[in-house]
Structure formats: C-alpha cells, structure tokens
C-alpha cells in the first residue's frame, strides 16, 4: 500500500505543478524491488525539475539520462515524415539495461508525436509495433514488477485526422515501428556486461507466432548466450533452446547459419550437422554483430528476436547492484 500511496503522491504533485487532473498524469519508475522510495526527495526534485522544464535539444538529453540506472548511456530517436504535406514529428527515449526479456521488463519508453490521430489507431499501432519490438528482445530472461511504454499525441501537426487503417495510417505505422525497434535495439546493445549483439532470425515456420516462439527462447537461452561469449559455434545449444520451446517444427528439415556482413556460415543444412571451418565461425563470432539464420521449411512464418551474450560483467553489475 506504501507504494501505490507514493504513486498517488506523485502524480498529485506533478499535475498541481503542470495544472492537470491527477489522473492525466502516468507514474513510472523502477529500482531494487520492494524498498520504499524516498518520496520526500522525489516530491522536492519534482517541484525543482518542473521550474527547469524546456524543449531543446540539451533538455532531451537531461531527460534521457535521468531515467538511467544501470544503463551506460541514455537512448533516444527521433524521426520526420511527411502527411497531407506536413512534416510531422516522433521521438522517443528509453531506459533499460538488465532484466530485459521478451515480455518486456524493467524497462521504461516514452514516445511523443504531434501527429493528428485518433486514439483507437494510436492504441493499435503502438501494441502491434511493441509485439514486434520491445517484446522481441532478452538479456537475461528476467521481467520486472515495473515496466512501460507510452505513445502520447498532442494532434498539433496539421494534419487530418487519421481515423481509419489508411495510407497516412501506414506511414505513421512505419515511422513508429522505426522508433521503437531502435530503441528495442539500444537496451538489447546495453545490456548488462554485454559485449555481442545478437539477431535470432527464424524463417519458414508454420506460423508466425512459432517464429516468434522459436526464435526468442533461443535468444533467451543462458546457454546460448554464453557460447557466444565464449565464441563457440555451438549449433547443438540453439536446437535445445527450439526443441523445448513448444513450437512445432521438423527436426529433419532445420537449417542454421550464422552470419556478419559479408561472412557466412553453415552449421547445420536439413537436420544434418555439417563439417565448417573452425576458424571461419571464430572470425564471426569475435564480430559485435551476430546474425543468427534458423531456416525450417515449414511454411511461411517469420520472425526476429534480438538480443546479447551473458558476461562475467553481468554476473559483478548483479551481485553488486544494492551497493
């Protein structure tokens, strides 16, 4: 009940400084589970940040970076289109670094345009874009008690509203689905001690959502994770990680590659292991980026997961994180 009475509090004090109704106003925050927050700070730094609230760019930049925690450096985008010949704006900020998995996590997005919409459409894109975005991405398979992502629209672009799936619809769609796989990307690049990041792309499945179940257990795999840190083209963890993930597919007929730009590597081709140069997949698995290619044959669903490896750093951010 403490905290729900400091949420309360907050908002308060927000929407008296702002002149709002309480309710307009959204809370977040994370930090060590269970610890009350230490509101009166809280209640005295809102009083002080809203006296220095401003709209350049170094005003985005402090934002950006006090919503850190263990991040080592804040996240943002920023995009233009154009609709019914009015440049229309959309960015964004995020926050996040460890317990990241794929039903989000502790961490925090927010996302501002001036875009004319109606609030049904604005709702739909914004959970379509997350299932595909921030819902793709694991460090280490851990969610939160806490986690957010807003869209806001202040209408004021000048455009006609957009009230139905049309094709001003599916430019502002585009425009956002950018944001958010960015910032998806950044907290995945951030993780905790990471030092790879990792694309999983599934191709050919039954359906799309056991692409999407395929290819984030095997991103969310600790096993996984750690023979990329170690640099081992170990193909036997990335079949486990499908085997148990309770997605269909025929053993017989999975194909896995991994790949960094122009470098490519067969591990598996139908079902059966092939012979490759050791110190062909060494080489591309000391690269940052790594593409892991899942082909199965069994239809048309696709899907892409993001994520990173699991370092001893990880291991000294966590067992040091309350001090």
Known sequence: EIGLHHTELMA??????LGYKKHQIFVAST???????????????????????????????????AIMTTDTHSKQV??????????????????????IHPNMATMLS????????????????????????????????????????????NGLGGNSEIIEENE????????????????AQEIVKDGEGAKKFITVHVKGATSK????????????????????????ANWGRILAAMGYSGAYFDPSKVSINFKNGSSSINLMVDGTPVKFDENLAKKILKKTNITVEVLLKGGVGEAIAWGCDLSYDYVRINGDYRS
Do not use: Q, W
Not at 59 to 64: I, V, Y
Not at 209 to 232: H, M, Q, R, W, Y
């Open 12 to 17: 308060s004090e927000v929407a008296s400084c």
């Open 31 to 65: 930090g060590v589970i269970g610890v009350p927050l230490p509101i009166d700070k809280i209640l005295n730094g809102i009083k002080n940040t809203y006296k220095k609230l401003g709209n350049t760019e170094n005003d985005a930049n402090l934002a950006a970076e």
């Open 78 to 99: 920023s995009v233009e289109f154009t609709i019914d010949n009015k440049e229309i704006r959309i960015g964004g900020m995020a926050k996040g670094s460890g317990m």
């Open 110 to 153: 927010f996302i501002t345009t001036d875009l004319n919409i109606s609030k049904e459409l604005l709702e739909k894109a914004l959970k379509e874009s997350s299932e595909d975005s921030y819902n793709m991405i694991s460090v280490d398979g851990d969610t939160s008690t806490n986690d957010m992502v807003i869209l806001l629209a």
């Open 168 to 183: 001003n619809y599916n430019i502002f769609k585009d425009a956002l689905h950018y944001v958010n796989t960015f910032l």
């Open 209 to 232: 959502k056991d692409a999407k179940t395929l290819s984030k257990s095997v991103i969310t795999s600790n096993l996984v994770k750690t023979a990329f840190f170690g640099e081992d």
